[in-house]
DNA sequence: ACTATTTCCTGGATGC
DNA sequence: TGCATCCAGGAAATAG
């Protein structure tokens, strides 16, 4: 389930594979994805685009698309993005393709293809002989002769595109919010710190393993009512938050079902997991079982002798 | 303004 | 072996 790490991981991998490649042609499934914009706007704005970046905000995948104005001739160029082997961050990667819009004289039209892969969904860059896998809801063919094919067994995920290019996601930056920030998102509610971490339009990223992981680390129960917390817990689970999530994008993310990066290699940030999936097994720190309850739904790992 | 619950969807695991 | 049932979970929709 990709969650931000994953997602970062996957955005990065695309980024060094696709970036500087123009999509030819768009392909849409009869029965596509949940789309949040209308199909033929989705071929419109896809069609004939430069893949001027892909980075991640929340846990949705941005591909940055640049076009050459009107009348203006497009121009396909091998990608550049091969050469600098070093992860870029996302600020970076967004100034490259407004950089990429303007120059080449005139002002180049700018868009956005959003992409948020729900619990299965996958970005794939193939071959365009590489058989299309069950469940492909969208290809689009690229001018390098590639394929980057989406597909979602379960469907869960969401196409949409940004003509304005403004997209934003609700809530704020996990990795970047400043402690204060960060407690102030959770100031008097009464739902369970775990459900308030996993709201979206306050933290926009985290999700059901790091929810736990953060809340294992910080030593604090998932079903604490937000609004229990001290100012010192609140410290400590901003950092843990932090923390997992930095510690996850560098092992590549979880891998705990058919997860992937978009070069086809797992992460293994599973390895490191301390409660998440663990129900049963010891604690690794006081050996008493990890507990598993389920908190609005969701099911919510947790140590009862290190959490409080 | 919040919070809690339900719904979507399919593959894999489980049970009889 | 085969069939039914349950479960996973992000986020939107709905209900309270």
Redo the contacts with the bound molecule.
């Keep these: 389930?990709p969650?931000l790490p994953e997602v970062e991981t996957i955005a990065n991998g695309l980024h060094q594979r696709v970036q500087g490649d123009v999509i030819e042609s768009v392909w849409l499934g009869e029965k596509p994805e949940?789309l949040q914009s209308p199909a033929a706007e989705i071929v419109r704005v896809l069609t004939g685009a430069r893949i001027a970046a892909v980075h991640r905000t929340?846990?949705?995948i941005v591909v940055e698309l640049t076009r050459a104005e009107r009348g203006a001739q497009s121009m396909p160029v091998k990608s550049k993005a091969v050469k600098s082997k070093a992860v870029k961050s996302n600020a970076t990667k967004r100034k490259e393709a407004k950089t990429a819009a303007e120059s080449n004289g005139t002002a180049a039209e700018r868009a956005q293809w959003i992409v948020?892969l729900?619990?299965?969904g996958r970005m794939l860059v193939v071959e365009a002989a590489e058989e299309v896998a069950?469940?492909t809801h969208l290809i689009a063919k690229l001018v390098s002769g590639r394929e980057l094919r989406f597909v979602d067994?379960?469907?869960?995920g969401?196409l949409a595109v940004k003509p304005a290019a403004d997209f934003a996601a609700p809530g704020v930056e996990p990795l970047t919010v400043s402690a204060a920030g960060f407690a102030e998102l959770f100031k008097?509610?009464?739902?369970?710190i775990k459900?308030?971490l996993?709201n979206?339009s306050l933290l926009a990223g985290v999700?059901?393993?790091y929810a736990d992981e953060a809340l294992s680390r910080a030593g604090i129960r998932p079903m604490r009512r937000?609004?229990s917390l001290t100012g010192v817990e609140m410290c400590k689970l901003h950092r843990a938050v932090q923390k997992v999530l930095a510690e996850a994008i560098k092992l590549g993310g979880s891998s705990i079902?058919d997860y992937v990066t978009a070069n086809g290699e797992p992460g293994f940030f599973q390895l490191k997991h301390r409660v998440?999936?663990r129900e049963g097994e010891p604690c690794r720190k006081c050996k008493l079982p990890i507990e598993r309850i389920?908190i609005?739904?969701?099911?919510a790992h947790y140590c009862a002798k290190c959490q409080k």
């Design positions: 389930m969650e949940p929340g846990k949705h948020h729900g619990m299965t069950k469940h067994p379960r469907r869960f969401r008097g509610r009464k739902t369970p459900s308030a996993l979206q999700g059901n393993i937000a609004t079902n998440y999936g389920v609005a739904g969701r099911s």
